[in-house]
């Protein structure tokens, strides 16, 4: 690909952590110049947020995962010159991010109406924990504590479960991607008319966007979602959604006809059951699914379930999958050496373009290494 579609925008990032750093790797992967914006001495907070206690060149592991392909630049907000330098920034820039807290852009009179005048044709992310009005928005935005206030804790695990998270920061990965989305509208917009815009974005409303089945459920009916006692997948869908044990692992079973699933598996007892019984009936049938597949192999079953066409697959772990053909073949794995010369793995842009995957190798930066040279080509 000689040239990615978002090259030539420059990006200012004044994110820390991930939601807004997500947004701007994304961003980056697609074409344009991210440079960070980082406090003097300490940097992005994620540089000491490890994952795992891994370290690589004094940053944490994470940081370099969510920061690759951006360049430093460190400003004290606090100081009335680098303010001053940073000014100069936002004239040269498209985009603009953070994702302080209600008001913290405002105090450094960097709020998106002082730098509308400066730039008007800038577009303007915002990320907060929960909006910019109300009880809740100077609480601290971070992901398990908006996937606990959210009820999306309620969705994992079943019935009997204590409020089960996910084991990832779905909130901050969700909204960095929406907040792409916005942004990318924004910028279509000033193609047609030249004008900026304000992209506002709360990690709340992203997750309760995420549940928007279960909120409409919910408000259509008047009665909260209820899990399974066992093999819960949706509480949404009836049997036999969920995940079972075979004598060497687990396999998934998705969407199936049940007098099909019962025939197919050879189980009188399933049989008795008819499809209008598959949520009246739920616990009951997932039950007789648990004890009957625990008597074979994964690779038994999924041979039977297969050859019928039915939504079945085995449940993989990182190393069994990593090895798979059927990961390896998606070559979601690139290479990135960091600027102390060490080798790290991480994954790829997941979007293909005209055919072509995304793939940059360029590590994450040390902080204030490009200063000198973003003030040679954009402020001289």
Request: charged share 20%; aromatic share 8%; with cysteine.
């Amino acid at each position: 690909m000689n040239q990615l579609p978002l090259h030539g925008l420059t990006v200012l990032e004044f994110s820390q952590y991930l939601s807004g750093p997500s947004a701007g790797l994304r961003l980056a992967d697609l074409g344009a110049r991210v440079i960070k914006i980082e406090r003097p001495g300490t940097g992005d907070a994620c540089r000491r947020l490890s994952i795992k206690n891994l370290w690589v060149d004094g940053d944490s592991l994470l940081f370099h995962t969510i920061n690759r392909n951006k360049e430093s630049f460190t400003a004290d907000l606090k100081s009335s010159e680098d303010r001053a330098v940073i000014r100069k920034l936002i004239g040269r820039a498209d985009v603009l991010t953070h994702n302080f807290r209600p008001g913290v852009m405002e105090s450094f009179d960097l709020g998106y109406g002082s730098v509308a005048e400066l730039n008007s044709r800038i577009v303007y992310g915002a990320i907060s924990g929960y909006g910019k009005e109300g009880p809740w928005k100077d609480r601290p935005g971070q992901d398990l504590l908006l996937q606990s206030m959210s009820g999306l804790a309620y969705m994992t695990g079943n019935e009997k479960d204590n409020p089960m998270p996910f084991g990832l920061s779905i909130a901050d990965s969700l909204c960095g991607a929406q907040l792409v989305q916005g942004i990318l509208a924004a910028l279509v917009r000033r193609h047609k008319t030249g004008k900026g815009a304000l992209v506002e974005i709360s990690m709340m409303e992203s997750l309760l966007d995420f549940q928007f089945e279960f909120l409409t459920t919910y408000h259509s009916s008047g009665q909260l979602p209820q899990r399974s006692k066992l093999s819960n997948g949706n509480p949404l869908l009836s049997a036999p959604y969920g995940i079972y044990a075979t004598t060497d692992g687990h396999i998934a079973v998705a969407m199936v006809n049940i007098p099909q699933l019962a025939q197919i598996l050879g189980s009188e007892v399933l049989a008795e059951y008819s499809q209008e019984q598959a949520f009246s009936h739920r616990d009951e049938i997932k039950g007789i699914l648990t004890r009957h597949l625990a008597g074979q192999s994964s690779d038994y079953w999924l041979e039977k379930l297969h050859a019928n066409d039915l939504w079945a697959m085995e449940v993989l772990d990182w190393k069994t999958l990593t090895e798979h053909e059927g990961y390896q073949v998606l070559q979601m794995e690139q290479a990135v050496t960091t600027t102390r010369g060490k080798s790290l793995v991480t994954t790829r842009c997941p979007i293909r373009i005209n055919g072509e995957r995304l793939f940059s190798g360029k590590p994450a930066p040390s902080l204030g290494q490009d200063n000198e040279r973003i003030v040679m080509e954009l402020l001289k």
